[in-house]
């Protein structure tokens, strides 16, 4: 049984910062593409971030330079580490494992809101 279990989120105020983690099980870890995707309300789900097999990153143009993704291939876990966030960061994050276009998996998601 395949499982994604996201965890880190929150309330954070502007340019604060926090740091997700997602824990994959069931899946040779090594061999999927691990990502972060969002979906703030009413609009449609989108890439934040990806870690390659190889460790090649690839980030959205809206965090580049403010969010890392990383990933331990022993603990089984990516990670993305979101600094000074903005209001617009606020959203639900989700996990992905990718192999192919058909093996594919996600998370249940984990809320982040930017706020004063």
């Known amino acids: 049984q395949v499982q994604l279990v996201e965890s880190g989120g929150g309330l954070v105020q502007p340019g604060g910062s926090l740091r997700l983690s997602c824990v994959a099980s069931?899946?040779?870890?090594?061999?999927?593409?691990m990502g972060w995707y969002r979906q703030a309300p009413g609009k449609q789900r989108e890439l934040v971030a990806t870690?390659?097999?190889?460790?090649?990153?690839n980030y959205a143009d809206s965090v580049k330079g403010r969010f890392t993704i990383s990933r331990d291939n022993a603990e089984k876990t990516v990670h993305l580490q979101m600094n000074s966030v903005k209001s617009e960061d606020t959203a639900i994050y989700y996990c992905?494992?990718?192999?192919?276009?058909?093996?594919?998996?996600w998370g249940q998601g984990t809320q982040v809101t930017v706020s004063s």
């Open positions: 992905n494992a990718r192999a192919t276009s058909s093996v594919n998996f």
């Open positions: 069931g899946i040779g870890f090594r061999l999927f593409t």
């Open positions: 870690v390659s097999t190889l460790g090649n990153t």
